[in-house]
C-alpha cells in the first residue's frame, strides 16, 4: 500500500473474495459480539487485516438505515483499526449488526472498541 493514511479504508483492506467469505463463514473462525454487532474472524495467509461490513434485510428493509448503520460500523473501525495493527500475520473480519434498531455513533464507537480490544487479545493468546 503506497501512501495510504493510518486512517483510511483503502481497497485493499475490505473484504469481498467469495472464496474467503466462504472459508469464514464455513468453518474454522471465531465469533465474539458486543451486542448489537457480532465479529466473526480467522487468521489468514494474507497480509493486513481485512474487513466486511453486514446488516441484514431482515432488520432493516429501507436501505437508507442499513447503509447508515454500515457507514457507522465502517467509521468505528477506520478510526480504532490501529489496535490491530501490531499483529502479525493477516486477519480477515466480519462485522455483522445483530440488532433492529439504530444506536448512537458514539455507542456504536464504543462497542467496536470492545470487539477490536478483545479480537487483539483472542489472536494474540493464539500466536
Known amino acids: ?6 486512517h483510511s479504508l ?3 483492506e475490505r473484504l469481498c473474495s467469495r472464496k474467503v467469505l466462504e472459508e469464514l463463514f464455513g468453518g474454522g473462525h471465531q465469533s465474539i ?10 487468521r489468514s495467509e494474507k497480509e493486513g487485516v481485512r474487513v466486511l461490513v ?22 468505528a473501525y477506520r478510526l480504532q483499526k490501529e489496535l490491530l495493527q501490531p499483529l502479525e500475520g493477516g486477519l480477515d473480519i466480519a462485522f455483522i449488526w ?19 480490544q478483545r479480537i487483539h487479545e483472542n489472536v494474540a493468546s493464539d500466536t
Open 1 to 6: 500500500m503506497a501512501n495510504v493514511g493510518t
Open 10 to 12: 483503502a481497497k485493499e
Open 33 to 42: 459480539s458486543a451486542y448489537p454487532i457480532r465479529a466473526v474472524f480467522m
Open 54 to 75: 453486514s446488516v441484514s434485510k431482515r432488520y432493516f428493509k429501507r436501505a437508507v438505515w442499513r447503509n447508515r448503520i454500515k457507514r457507522q460500523l465502517r467509521e
Open 98 to 116: 445483530t440488532s433492529d434498531e439504530v444506536l448512537p455513533t458514539e455507542k456504536v464507537f464504543q462497542k467496536m472498541q470492545n470487539i477490536l
